[in-house]
């Protein structure tokens, strides 16, 4: 392949299209990639189209909002793909906006690979039609996803996580630690409100005040916020200063492996971030808010299907992390959740075992199975 067009939508999917591509070049040398991207993308050497903060919005309300650029970007890309077709098109996660740009492709006899499925097992598995159109191939990082393609009849395979791949089963919290300038002190409380303005917005005063109340529950205990941009901590920092707990709650715009990793329990919004501190072993309390239109909608329409949300609770087919959604977020519930894992060390100690476990059922050599696959696609 000489030219393989990538499309992601966050940050997320940056971390996961990143070591594709690079598994990619080692299969062909000479590829060029052009699409849309991150920073890590772009060191892999990705010719990024537009930002990728164009594309990163969530929620049914939240996409309508945005709906008019996003369907001027697709069409671009769709004009620019079909005009001078690369050998490949693969959509990394973002399925409302890659799976419309694929069908196209794939129409005019592109491949067309999406990498992360969409949470059809979830909610919404009317996409699977649609899905079984736009696609040439499914890539899947967990599992638990293959069987409702399989039904389905869209070629899918299971590659892995490429992040259980790097992260080792052992984890050295003093590295971690070390690496933020933590010294030794107090037990230590991850807080990770989110990587988008509007979670941060809803999250931010809910997480100031279970931290307000964590503060005075446990004078010892320290606070360590990761933030994905500058912005957002400004945003953070806000809430925190009008829940008079600023000076409680370090900042961290480091990774956020290194502040999962250093800490001994974390508050964590929905997603991404559950996989990442189940992978770090640490014992975690998840929670988020929607906008109200959008929980309107989704309940309104019955297109929610599972009871559970975060990534552990689905991979070990159990509860092993408390979840607070919408109302039940509040930070009463959440600082008493928090405390519940201070204060049992045989509890937090069985948590970490069971995350050890799913993480090692998680290593699949990710990248190298999805090059390899991208590659079978092309070629048959």
């Given amino acids: 392949m000489r030219r393989i067009a990538i499309v992601a939508g966050e940050l997320s999917g940056d971390a996961l299209g990143a070591p594709l591509m690079a598994a990619l070049k080692r299969r062909y040398p000479q590829v060029r990639f052009e699409g849309v991207g991150g920073p890590r993308m772009a060191a892999e050497g990705l010719f990024s189209l537009y930002p990728l903060e164009t594309l990163s919005v969530m ?117 971690h630690r070390a690496a933020l300038g933590i010294g030794d002190g107090g ?25 307000r109340r964590l503060a005075e529950r446990f004078p010892e205990l320290r606070f360590i916020a990761a933030m994905a941009t500058d912005g957002l901590a400004q945003v953070f920092a806000e809430r925190l200063e009008e829940a008079g707990v600023a000076d409680r709650v370090v900042l961290s715009t480091s990774t956020s492996e290194h502040v999962l990793g250093a800490a001994d329990v974390a508050l964590v919004a929905s997603g991404t971030a559950t996989l990442e501190a189940l992978l770090l072993k640490t014992p975690m309390v998840m929670a ?27 991979l070990a087919r159990e509860q092993l992390v408390a979840e607070y959604i919408q109302n039940a977020a509040s930070g009463e519930n959440l600082c008493d959740a928090i405390a519940g894992l201070l204060e049992d060390d045989a509890r937090r100690e069985a948590i970490r075992r069971r995350f050890a476990d799913i993480h090692r059922a998680l290593r699949h050599d990710a990248a190298e199975c999805a090059a390899d696959a991208i590659v079978r696609a092309v070629a048959g």
């Fill in 288 to 314: 988020y808010r929607m906008a109200p239109a959008t929980v309107w909608l989704v309940r309104r329409l019955r297109l929610m299907k599972i009871r559970q949300f975060a990534l552990p609770n689905l």
């Fill in 187 to 211: 037990p230590i409380c991850a807080l990770l409100p989110g990587s988008r303005t509007s979670e941060v917005q809803r999250l931010g005063p809910v997480y100031a005040d279970a931290v």
């Fill in 59 to 175: 929620g049914l309300t939240e996409v309508l909002r945005h709906l008019p650029s996003l369907l001027r970007i697709r069409r671009d890309l769709t004009r620019r793909f079909l005009r001078d077709p690369p050998d490949c098109f693969i959509g990394v996660d973002a399925p409302d906006f890659n799976l419309g740009l694929e069908r196209r492709l794939r129409e005019r006899g592109i491949p067309a690979v999406h990498y992360v499925s969409p949470t059809v097992w979830a909610w919404r598995e009317g996409r699977m039609k649609g899905i079984a159109r736009s696609v040439s191939l499914m890539l899947t990082l967990f599992p638990f996803e293959v069987d409702v393609y399989r039904r389905h009849g869209v070629p899918v395979e299971w590659v892995g996580h490429p992040t259980a791949d790097r992260l080792p089963v052992e984890v050295d919290h003093d590295a």
